[in-house]
């Protein structure tokens, strides 16, 4: 069955940074684009980035672009996420999410990794 | 950057009720929109894609309508299990996307 499984969360302060992995099982990493998502502590859900199957192509939403990088090993069936010059507002739960097919929905995600950026 | 707005952000409803609830898009988006159904310390989960395709495993008591501007997810006869958050999301200008704010079910 097709598992995501997020880790890297923890506690960082403001200004630091933070690299989360996504490993992924039972389907075939390298043929689908991904994504990752994040929550607010009690808010709504927040597109954060996405990377194309083969890597080629990379989409930012604009309040984490220039800081955060999202890459993927497909020999390694596993998606990163590089957060740098963490923010106060970027704390929230971080999901990773598998296209459906493209432009279609996000058919499975992962259970999430908390960050918080605190002081 | 295209928008969504739910309405209404929150409804009490009893088992049995027929539900609807609406995501409007700032501008036409075709049917590129997905609903999704989140329970309390969960992972979003999909339940409608292409407006009106019914995921996998989804009962049937979900349908979702709707082409351009105007969307609605409706749960013919809510149960138990019902009982949650409910976003929309458009894949129009993927692969940016966009979520709505949200709509949470509770218990009347």
């Known amino acids: 069955q097709v598992q995501l499984v997020e880790s890297g969360g923890g506690v960082v302060q403001p200004g630091g940074s933070l690299r989360l992995s996504c490993a992924a099982s039972g389907f075939t990493f390298s043929s689908y684009g991904m994504h990752w998502v994040r929550q607010a502590p009690g808010k709504g859900l927040e597109w954060v980035a996405f990377i194309r199957y083969d890597g080629s192509n990379k989409y930012y939403a604009d309040s984490v672009k220039g800081r955060f990088t999202i890459s993927r090993d497909n020999s390694k069936n596993t998606l990163y996420l590089q957060m740098n010059s963490l923010r106060a507002e970027d704390t929230a739960v971080y999901y990773c999410a598998k296209d459906k097919e493209a432009a279609a929905g996000f058919d499975y995600w992962g259970q999430g990794t908390l960050v918080t950026v605190s002081s | ?108």
């Open chain 2, 1 to 108: 950057a295209i928008q969504l707005t739910q309405s209404p952000s929150s409804l009490s409803a009893s088992v049995g009720d027929r539900v609807t609830i609406t995501c409007r898009a700032s501008q036409g988006i075709s049917s590129a929109l997905a609903w999704y159904q989140q329970k309390p310390g969960k992972a979003p989960k999909l339940l409608i894609y292409d407006a009106s395709s019914l995921e996998s495993g989804v009962p049937s008591r979900f349908s979702g309508s709707g082409s351009g501007t105007d969307f609605t997810l409706t749960i013919s006869s809510l149960q138990p299990e019902d009982f949650a958050t409910y976003y929309c999301q458009q894949f129009n200008s993927y692969p940016a996307l966009t979520f709505g704010g949200g709509t949470k079910v509770e218990i009347k």
